[in-house]
């Protein structure tokens, strides 16, 4: 059976260290990360991240020391590892940029909003 040595980080924070998960079949290398945050696969893991959770990247290696190689989200998976490693990390987009609407409101509604507290 083939396996991947998965790790998943957002920013500096590693939300899933280093761990070796079975390869079921052929799929996207994007498949795969989906079907690990759902334990359709590894499900003893209970890596839980949120599966609304965008993949900014995902690099392979060799060893875990050795240059990373970015790959398509729609690369398969099994022929991934063959050819460039079978550690897998998987970096999230941070959210730091996200930004909240803002409202509008005028000045006299922020006083009224004030006296109520």
Not at 4 to 11: E, F, H, L, M, Q
Not at 31 to 41: C, G, H, Q, R, W
Not at 87 to 112: G, R, W
């Amino acid at each position: 059976m083939l396996v991947a040595n998965v790790r998943i980080s957002k920013g500096s924070k590693t939300l899933h260290g280093w761990y070796i998960h079975p390869i079921p079949y052929e799929m996207s290398i994007k498949d795969f990360f989906d079907k690990l945050v759902t334990s359709e696969i590894s499900p003893e893991c209970n890596i839980s991240i949120n599966s609304l959770e965008i993949i900014d990247r995902i690099e392979l290696s060799q060893t875990l020391g050795a240059t990373a190689i970015q790959t398509s989200h729609s690369c398969g998976i099994i022929e991934l590892t063959k050819t460039f490693g079978v550690n897998i990390h998987y970096i999230l987009k941070p959210n730091d940029n996200i930004t909240s609407p803002v409202s509008c409101q005028n000045a006299f509604e922020m006083i009224m909003q004030k006296k109520q507290i």
